[in-house]
């Protein structure tokens, strides 16, 4: 039963329920005039009505105004500060204060209400010669700082690369060659090089005719060939390079046979190095050897002294051509000395002494030149000038006695 008359009450406070009972009560206050009690009934139940109406009217204006005074005390703590420093707004706490989509929008922009707005825009170089843009508002005034504008990277050929950059005022780049043009730029150098290579082998040779067309070489009694020139009739040794001689005849041909023998005999020392420790080397040994063969019997000693007496006989055939002032004793040195190296009875020390002084011998005249003796031998003169004279440009020309010539001032 209560909840039924709670039920009715709620209805009755609603705007529909209200609807009906003013109807109701209505209908009675204009009911006719004899029926009195239903009259008054009628006139309360409106008054009634209105009453309740207008209290309610003041109890939901009362809860718009501290609904108004809620939003307006909450609204300022709904902004922060994001992670970039920017201003914030909790839209979603502005919602639930009851804030509309539209209201919601205003309250987010509102801090740029004091901002400046840009009205248009400039291209201005910066410092490093890069595009940027300045903003202006309506009323001329610069709105923040320049900022960076995007420039398209432009591709630049420099020759030796390809590559993109980003243009920039006063910008320069390195230019080379590209790999063709160093291709070419090399074989064109390389011909250069070779033609002046042609040209330097053409001038000595012509150098080389033209000396050759005005000398003539000679051999002298000494063996060695001498350059004449036939304009001036002034000789000179040939020399190669290094500074030796040009022989030729029989000087010549000792040298060359000398060389050969120089080379045999080397081999003929050392192998006889090698015999000579397991060799007779004693006159007892020399007699013991002469007692065994004797009685038809030998020793490796005696053999190995055989071979040194053979080895030695070898070394007196490859005695080189010896000339000069001292040659004749050297021949007989050399001659000594091999016949003690086939000697049984001497010594193994004095046998290789032997051997050294052979190879020393044979050293000085390996070449085909004539050995000097230290201890008569004297210093070579000086050249002394034989002819002066002026060349075709006024020079002043001196030609020495070992046909050098010199130039003067």
């Not at 204060?97 to 901002?115: F, H, V």
């Not at 900022?147 to 630049?156: K, R």
């Not at 023998?261 to 080397?281: F, H, S, V, W, Y």
């Not at 000697?343 to 046998?351: F, K, N, V």
Request: glycine fraction near 12%; hydrophobic fraction near 35%; charge should be neutral.
């Amino acid at each position: 039963m209560v909840d039924g008359i709670n039920g009715l009450l709620d209805f009755a406070k609603t705007p529909a329920g209200q609807g009906l009972l003013a109807a109701a009560f209505g209908g009675l206050a204009s009911a006719r005039s004899d029926r009195g009690p239903l009259n008054t009934i009628g006139a309360a139940g409106l008054s009634g009505i209105a009453g309740y109406s207008a209290a309610s009217s003041n109890a939901l204006k009362q809860q718009k105004a501290d609904l108004v005074q809620r939003q307006a005390q909450t609204i300022p703590t709904l902004y922060g500060k994001g992670a970039d420093g920017t201003d914030t707004f909790d839209w979603k706490a502005a919602a639930a204060l009851g804030l509309g989509p539209e209201d919601i929008a205003k309250y987010a922009q509102l801090p740029n209400s004091t901002r400046s707005k840009v009205a248009r825009t400039v291209e201005v170089p910066g410092q490093n010669g890069s595009k940027q843009t300045m903003q202006y508002d309506e009323y001329g005034r610069p709105v923040g700082d320049a900022i960076d504008s995007y420039v398209a990277p432009q591709l630049v050929d420099t020759g030796g690369a390809k590559q993109f950059a980003i243009p920039t005022a006063g910008q320069s780049f390195a230019m080379s060659m590209s790999p063709g043009e160093q291709a070419a730029n090399a074989r064109g150098w390389a011909g250069i090089a070779n033609q002046r290579q042609q040209n330097g082998i053409m001038q000595d040779a012509n150098n080389i005719n033209r000396m050759a067309q005005r000398t003539q070489i000679v051999q002298g009694a000494d063996g060695q060939s001498y350059l004449v020139d036939k304009g001036t009739g002034q000789a000179k040794p040939a020399q190669i390079d290094g500074g030796g001689t040009v022989q030729s005849g029989p000087t010549a041909e000792a040298a060359v046979k000398n060389q050969k023998n120089m080379g045999k005999l080397g081999d003929l020392i050392t192998q006889a190095r090698e015999i000579l420790p397991n060799a007779t080397a004693s006159g007892l040994g020399a007699k013991r050897d002469e007692a065994n063969r004797f009685f038809g019997r030998t020793t490796p000693e005696a053999q190995n002294a055989a071979k040194l007496s053979a080895i030695g006989g070898n070394m007196l055939m490859m005695m080189p051509r010896m000339e000069g002032p001292q040659s004749d004793r050297d021949v007989e040195n050399y001659k000594l000395m091999t016949g003690k190296i086939g000697d049984p009875t001497i010594p193994a020390a004095e046998r290789a002494a032997a051997m050294d002084a052979i190879q020393e011998i044979a050293s000085r005249y390996a070449s085909g030149a004539q050995a000097t003796d230290p201890q008569n031998s004297q210093p070579a003169a000086q050249p002394t000038p034989v002819r002066t004279g002026r060349d075709a440009s006024g020079r002043k020309v001196i030609q020495y006695s070992d046909g050098r010539i010199e130039y003067g001032n």
